[in-house]
């Protein structure tokens, strides 16, 4: 039975009277109840002891990765079309079909591999993750504002996060790691040529593109499936990036001026807006390419594979409170509606998993239920009970008694198909082998050669820095595999280490140990008190 809701107030109670968790009002917020004013206290004191233990327990575990966020509310609008041709070809996903039709979303914006209070000026992917409220349920696309990612085997993944974070016996930040890990990764140096670059650090949230990163399918009505990629462009805000230089500048004002332009922008009324286009390919395995379209190390070109727009997100609304809605939002590559659906990327199919059992460690068994969660359509299943369960999820007319299925005895009964099922075929033997083309360093060659110059001198600029404080055997294998991208790009790392007189052996990196040393430098003594 629920607990029904009431209204009515007690003689010295009003509407905005403090009250404790129990519906209490409370009459004195300052003292608690002691033996006289001095003390000592007495364990009785209830509003004080919930107070702080619920303080205690005022935060739940930062995300393991993406930890720092901000996120906003708007809608999706649907163009009915891809590419000039009704969306219904490739995909019988509901949201997309009819022109104008709106979806709820929240949309939460983060950095990856830093906590929760890092700097939103610090060197890393983006993520950009989209939760969809569609009618048949949620969608969520989770992604990052780089089109492509370090590693293509799941396997890699908690290596690559312990390498990218700080020492463990130091707690210091040392680049040394990360590329120690890198140079070991070939397939890594495309992601290192953009995150090294001005791509590195977006000016904002609200300037930079979006991607889902890995391959998924689209599947229409006939059960036929095509290979896609998505794409968040910021078309009426355009694309802005930053150098270390300006980054650093705005560090020394403002930690957190992303979060502070994406809530100013929307409080305003300059609404940010991002259009998503879709590349499509054929549900096969294209040997007429030079890499694998499963490889989420590698962008599709787009001037070969262009970029249909299917549909506009507009961000107009803030949350009403951070924690319990951006904090508390929990996203996962596993939650498809129908028309859309997995291919076999390996780092997506590893996603999958990761994503919704970290969330069910950090948020709780029950985060489903949670508003910003929770699905806007109904929910009926025959889950019950875990930690912090406040509702049913019955559906109208069940049998209460029955929480299983099938029953004969008014349980929940299995929905119609909606199009005939999407049954890709396998013939081969279960194995541990790398995809057959990896061409690891094509595509970093070609995008150091698309770069401005100015992007590139940024870029070899960066990866001196990091590079120079780094053991020698890191730094040549570094080099070999830039000029395995482009001979240029390896010749000006290797002028540059050589002229910024490399030595390995350092805790960190050599900007943060001067900092170290200024402080020891700085300030004047002064006696105790």
């Not at 041709?85 to 104008?100: D, I, N």
């Not at 990764?185 to 290192?192: D, G, V």
């Not at 070609?446 to 053991?471: G, M, P, Q, W």
Request: charged share 25%; net charge negative.
């Amino acid at each position: 039975m629920e607990a029904e809701s009431v209204d009515s107030k007690t003689t010295n109670e009003e509407s905005m009277t403090l009250t404790n968790r129990q519906g209490h009002p409370i009459s004195d917020n300052q003292n608690i109840r002691t033996v006289g004013n001095r003390g000592p206290s007495t364990l009785e004191n209830y509003h004080f002891i919930e107070k702080i233990s619920h303080f205690d327990r005022g935060h739940i575990p930062e995300r393991v990765v993406h930890a720092r966020g901000a996120g906003a509310h708007g809608y999706f609008e649907a163009y009915g079309t891809v590419g000039g041709e009704p969306v219904s070809k490739y995909t019988r996903a509901k949201l997309f079909q009819e022109k104008g039709n709106r979806t709820p979303v929240f949309v939460r914006f983060s950095s990856v591999v830093h906590g929760g209070h890092s700097p939103e000026t610090f060197r890393d992917p983006r993520g950009f993750a989209v939760k969809f409220y569609t009618e048949d349920g949620n969608w969520d696309l989770v992604g990052n504002n780089l089109k492509i990612f370090f590693i293509r085997d799941p396997l890699k993944f908690p290596d690559m996060v312990h390498a990218f974070r700080p020492d463990p016996v130091t707690n210091l930040q040392n680049p040394e790691r990360m590329f120690d890990f890198v140079s070991n990764s070939p397939e890594a140096t495309h992601m290192i040529t953009f995150v090294f670059s001005p791509w590195g650090i977006p000016a904002n949230y609200r300037q930079m593109q979006g991607s889902g990163v890995n391959t998924y399918k689209w599947v229409n009505k006939d059960g036929e499936a095509v290979l896609v990629k998505y794409h968040w462009e910021p078309v009426k805000q355009g694309i802005k990036n930053l150098t270390q230089r300006e980054a650093e500048a705005i560090q020394a004002k403002n930690t957190s001026h992303a979060t502070q332009d994406l809530y100013e922008a929307i409080e305003r009324g300059d609404y940010p807006e991002w259009e998503l286009c879709v590349q499509i390919l054929s549900d096969d395995e294209h040997p007429e390419l030079d890499f694998d379209p499963l490889d989420p190390t590698k962008l599709w070109d787009h001037e070969k594979f262009p970029f249909l727009p299917v549909g506009k997100m507009v961000l107009n609304k803030n949350p009403e409170n951070y924690f319990a809605e951006v904090e508390q939002a929990a996203f996962g590559t596993g939650v498809l509606v129908d028309g859309l659906d997995f291919s076999d990327d390996k780092l997506l199919q590893g996603r999958t998993f990761s994503y919704s059992d970290t969330q069910r460690h950090r948020v709780g068994t029950n985060y489903l239920q949670l508003p910003i969660n929770a699905p806007k359509t109904r929910v009926a299943t025959n889950q019950r009970d875990g930690q912090m369960a406040f509702h049913v999820d019955r559906a109208p007319g069940q049998n209460p008694h029955v929480n299983y299925e099938p029953s004969s005895l008014g349980g929940l009964q299995e929905a119609s198909p909606a199009g005939k099922e999407h049954e890709p075929s396998y013939n081969a033997k279960l194995v541990r082998q790398k995809l057959d083309r990896t061409n690891d360093f094509g595509q970093a060659g070609d995008t150091y050669r698309k770069f401005e110059e100015h992007e590139r001198e940024e870029l070899i600029s960066n990866l001196v820095d990091a590079l120079k404080i780094c053991s020698p055997v890191i730094r040549e294998k570094m080099i070999e595999h830039f000029t395995k991208a482009d001979p240029d790009y390896g010749r000006r790392v290797a002028e540059g280490l050589a002229k910024a007189g490399a030595s390995g052996g350092h805790l960190s990196s050599r900007d943060a140990e001067q900092g170290s040393e200024l402080a020891d430098r700085s300030g004047k003594r002064t006696d105790g008190y």
